[in-house]
């Protein structure tokens, strides 16, 4: 027991250590400046997105960049999405709809959307957007200025969270928790291997000639969590990528509500653990029941510094994820067991031959 307790110690102050490095090395997108405006091409697949895709179409219109070809992919939405999408197009032309005529076999639904998209797309640069997503200011020119810069291949990002409800507060803080406590961002532009390897399929900004020489949708037709697939994918042909934490320029509001949020992330859970349910579990377990065995068993002084590590490390990842500090301490619990849920429901879905993500069979 007092291995294990030392044990759990060592990797609360890693997680401590990792959290730190991204606070120092803030992975945020750096304001940039441009000789041109090349042509970005901003892609965006919808199903059923009729509360949120007029407002990103109004922040790509109002965008400091204005080199941009929109391109949006109904995914045979039952909604109004396509309506909204036409009453914009006729007020900008740079806005053009493509109607699916059916999803083939063996592709997931959004990632035959972004494929497609990008077979008519005519840009120098494509950026993946979902339609949830709120963008501001210049965050196109600043992402084509960072990719010429640091000779990227793809930049990732991670929007600033909208949570509203409480719900949202004790499910969506669980994804920035885990990243940014196991994963130096910055190792994944700097080190060449996949394990330092993670993407956001909400913002892909892609160099478009690489992009259509490695096919990377195409590739991963089938694979759930095609946005690290692809990270792994790029690295895997050397190529350099980054991945970033969003600011007030990029936000989204993933989900409406505590359902919403658990059928979302119980998809993609063990994608941050390697795809082991295992690894996620061991991890759930540590951080929820960890500090049992480090009371009981190790000295109170090494038990005062577990507790510090541990909340200082809540603190720091708030701070990184422009998150509210209080919010997340006074929830810490909730969320530990939401994350517990979020692997439950995961490793269930595994086994469901028909499991529907919004009305459609992802396994």
Known sequence: MIYIAYFILGFTILQFLVALANLIFFPGLPKGTLNSEPLVSVLIPARNEENNIGTILNDLKNQHYQNIEIIV??????DKTEEIINSSAKLDNRIKLVNSEGLPKDWLGKVFGCYSLAKIAKGDYFLFLDADVRVSGNIISN??????????GLISIFPKQILKSFGEKITVPNMNYILLTLLPLIFVRKSKFRSFSAANGQFMFFEAKLYKEMQPHKKMKDNKVEDIAIARY???HKIKISCL??????ECRMYNGFKEATNGFSKNVAAFFGNSYVVSVIF???TTFGFLFILFNLPITLFIIFIFVFFA???IVSIVSKQNILENMIYLIPQ??????FIYKGFINKFIKDYQWKGRSIN
């Open 245 to 250: 934490v969003g600011n007030k320029t990029m």
């Open 73 to 78: 992919f109904n995914d045979l939405s039952t």
């Open 336 to 341: 530990q067991l939401s994350l517990g849920i």
């Open 143 to 152: 992402s084509v200025s960072f990719m010429n810069k640091k000779k990227l």
């Open 284 to 286: 759930w377990l540590l």
């Open 313 to 315: 490390t809540r603190i």
């Open 234 to 236: 790029y690295k895997q």
